[in-house]
């Protein structure tokens, strides 16, 4: 039974993809794009090597082991989860890109001042951000930054310190991606997008960014060359990237055991722990188990919770700007308990995923609502994007720096988009809010796009 039914997951990925190249809107930068691979790594590959090579790392780690018929429900409801996204996602943003029609840009003083002040005034705290995190957070009471973990949820918050300053470092990401954008790809303008990725490959913690921050500049990359998908050597080099992504997942201090000499070079390309494991085995881990906690869900609500959340889950919107250290007493995560995953399971810092957070919301109707509303709100985007936004040097960057971040709203769900988006969007935000202000004073006006001026465009992006 688990078997056909893997068949029919397969071939429905399979039809959905055909029926979206089928409309000409297919590209990378179209957000159904990245929800049909994070569908295939995580509902359609990771189900496949759970059965035949017996993952049950994740089963382990929460207490909870499914039987064939919920594996099979989970498959099913994974599938439609994708047909009601792809739907919305396709109808909204069904837009053909014209990368004829981009335009190039040159950046002048004011973009630059403007740049540069939106940098002074973010990068010191992303800084200091860094530094803090340098050694991780601490739950034993020491250390720059100091986390214990909610015994009713299982999520960790912070003691002594507020997420605006800890999560902070996010900001590198933006900003370097921004000296890019805004030097025109001149080759030094790479040096601190290297350095913010070699500083969290260094953590080991937040790899996910590594692969956002990735995306975005191969989004980046892909505006200037006018081209709509990957080239192969994009592939061939994406593939150290993912290399370190699975190696950080299964041992978040390798690069900073080989900086200190307690590891040789060679431990990066261990395939195994050397205990006589499988190499597949390095996959087993969390990252893209996004099925597994999907059963978890499945089985757990409304079957042992006995109701959904309602989408209660949202009112976190209001309280989470709240830093903790003004209200002590700030609910963690959802204020409205109706559902607490953790009461059934160890469900500690594992990921609801779309589907799930949709599921827990209402079952079926639930579920499908999420996937239909998040489908034409990333679909609008692209709309926007392909309309009028890629004629604009700022909404390309906004939008190149954005989408990337639906990933881990797939993963996630819930309201984490908003967490993420408020750090990687700020200095973006900040950028174009001090050029409007710099234009409206008429300070270092030449902007060669406004109205009634010549046209002074550079042969080069």
């Not at 001149?186 to 990725?197: K, R, T």
Request: charged share 15%.
């Amino acid at each position: 039974m688990i078997e056909i039914a893997l068949i029919a997951q397969t071939l429905v990925l399979v039809l959905v993809a055909v029926a979206f190249l089928s409309t000409g809107s297919a590209s990378m930068f179209h957000p159904l794009t990245l929800y049909l691979v994070f569908h295939a790594l995580v509902f359609v590959l990771r189900p496949i090597l759970v059965h035949e090579a017996g993952f049950d790392q994740v089963w382990l780690f929460i207490g909870f082991w499914p039987d064939a018929q919920q594996f099979v429900f989970t498959l099913m409801v994974s599938s439609v989860a994708l047909v009601a996204f792809a739907l919305a996602c396709g109808w909204a943003g069904n837009v053909r890109p014209d990368l004829s029609r981009v335009p190039d840009f040159r950046f002048d003083k004011v973009d630059i001042a403007a740049f540069v002040t939106t940098a002074v005034l973010l990068a010191p705290l992303a800084v200091y951000s860094a530094i803090q995190r340098q050694a991780g957070a601490s739950f034993t009471g020491s250390g720059d930054v100091q986390m214990e973990r909610d015994p009713m949820t299982g999520q960790p918050i912070y003691t002594n310190t507020t997420g605006y300053i800890a999560e902070a470092h996010s900001m590198g990401l933006p900003l370097t991606l921004g000296v890019i954008w805004v030097c025109r790809f001149h080759p030094l303008s790479f040096i601190p997008f290297g350095a913010f990725v070699a500083y969290r490959a260094y953590l080991g913690w937040g790899r996910w960014a590594i692969i956002m921050g990735i995306l975005g500049l191969v989004l980046l990359v892909l505006y200037r060359t006018r081209t709509r998908w990957f080239r192969l050597w994009y592939a061939a080099a994406a593939l150290p990237v993912l290399a370190l992504f699975n190696i950080l997942g299964n041992n978040r201090g390798a690069l900073r055991d080989i900086l200190a000499g307690d590891a040789g070079w060679s431990s990066l390309f261990r395939t195994t722990a050397g205990d006589g494991s499988r190499a597949i085995d390095a996959l087993a881990n969390q990252d893209l188990a996004n099925f597994d906690f999907l059963s978890f869900i499945l089985w757990a609500v409304p079957g042992q919770s006995g109701t959904y959340t309602w989408f209660t889950q949202y009112l976190q919107l209001f309280t989470e700007p709240i830093p903790r250290v003004l209200w002590p007493d700030k609910p963690v995560g959802d204020p409205l308990k109706w559902v607490s995953l953790h009461d059934y399971g160890n469900f500690a810092n594992l990921t609801t995923s779309l589907p799930g957070d949709g599921w827990m919301s209402g079952g079926w109707i639930g579920m499908i609502v999420t996937m239909v509303v998040v489908g034409l709100i990333l679909g609008r985007l692209h709309r926007w994007f392909w309309t009028s936004g890629f004629t604009n040097r700022y909404a390309v960057l906004f939008y190149c720096a954005f989408l990337p971040l639906s990933l881990q709203w797939f993963r996630d769900g819930n309201i984490t988009i908003v967490k993420f988006g408020f750090f990687s969007l700020l200095p973006i935000l900040l950028w174009i809010g001090l050029t409007r202000a710099l234009r409206a004073w008429g300070i270092l006006d030449d902007d060669p796009l406004r109205p009634g001026a010549p046209s002074k465009l550079a042969s080069d992006v």
